[in-house]
C-alpha cells in the first residue's frame, strides 16, 4: 500500500449530503470498476455524460482531494467504493463525517478521511467556488488542510495515522507486533491449557477430576 504523508493537489467539491456507496460505485459496476466512480451522478439518463456534473469540469480531472457534505459514504459494507476512489485519482477524501464501515475501508487501503467541522467544511467549499483550480496541501503530520490563508484541522486516530504513513493495511499492521501477538498466545496457552490443542479432551479430563473450570 502507498505511504501517506502530504499531498499538494487540486480539489473537486461534491457539494451533497449522504451520498452511499451505491451513489459512489454502482452495483453493476462491481466487476469493473475503472469506470463506475460516480457514473449516475455524472451521466445522464441516456448514458452521456452531464456537463453539468462538477466530478466532469477540467479541474475535477486533476483533482486528488475530494470535499463532500456529512454521511459520506454511507450504506452498504461497500469496499469496491474506496477501490474506485483511488482508481480514480483521489487520496483524500474531506467530510464532516463517514459511514463507518466505509471509513474503516479508507484506511485499510490507503485513503485518507479527514473529518473537519462543518463551518470549515464551508470554508473550503467557497473557496471552490470562487476558483475551481484553487490548489489545496493536506499535511497528516500537521493535521491540516491548506488553501491559500485558510487552514483547517481534522482529527484522525494515532493508528490510521500510523498505517498512512508507513503504508500499512490490516495484515501488515498484524505482523509489524508479531511479537506482541507471539507472548500473547504463550501467555494465554499457560494461563488456559485447556482452550489449546485438543480443548474437547482437556475439558473432559479437568471435568472427570472433577475439578472447575474459569
Not at 456507496?21 to 452521456?48: C, E, V, W
Not at 474531506?94 to 467541522?117: D, H, M, Q, R
Not at 493508528?159 to 504513513?165: A, D, G, K, P, T
Request: hydrophobic share 40%.
Amino acid at each position: 500500500m502507498d505511504k501517506f504523508t502530504s499531498l499538494t493537489t487540486g480539489a473537486v467539491a461534491l457539494e451533497a449530503d449522504n451520498i452511499d456507496t451505491d451513489q459512489i460505485m454502482p452495483k453493476q459496476f462491481l466487476r469493473g470498476i475503472d469506470k463506475g466512480l460516480f457514473y449516475n451522478l455524472k451521466h445522464k439518463a441516456d448514458g452521456s455524460l452531464d456537463p453539468k456534473c462538477v466530478l466532469n469540469s477540467p479541474a475535477a480531472a486533476k483533482a486528488a482531494v475530494l470535499l463532500a457534505g456529512p454521511n459520506f459514504g454511507c450504506g452498504s459494507s461497500r469496499e469496491h467504493a474506496v477501490w474506485g476512489l483511488l482508481q480514480g485519482g483521489f487520496r483524500v477524501v474531506v467530510a464532516p463525517s463517514f459511514g463507518e464501515i466505509f471509513y474503516s475501508n479508507c484506511f485499510n487501503n490507503g485513503l485518507l478521511a479527514c473529518k473537519v467541522s462543518v463551518d470549515d467544511l464551508e470554508k473550503l467549499f467557497d473557496v471552490l467556488r470562487k476558483d475551481p483550480q484553487a490548489v489545496f496541501t493536506v499535511d497528516l503530520a500537521a493535521r491540516t488542510v491548506c488553501t491559500g490563508d485558510i487552514v483547517v484541522s481534522f482529527a484522525i486516530a494515532p493508528r490510521h495515522s500510523r498505517m498512512l504513513e508507513l503504508g500499512l493495511d490490516m495484515v501488515d499492521t498484524t505482523l509489524s507486533e508479531i511479537n506482541e501477538v507471539k507472548q500473547f498466545r504463550e501467555r494465554h496457552e499457560r494461563e488456559f491449557p485447556w482452550m489449546s490443542g485438543l480443548p474437547g479432551k482437556a475439558k473432559r479430563v479437568l471435568v472427570a477430576r472433577g475439578e472447575s473450570l474459569p
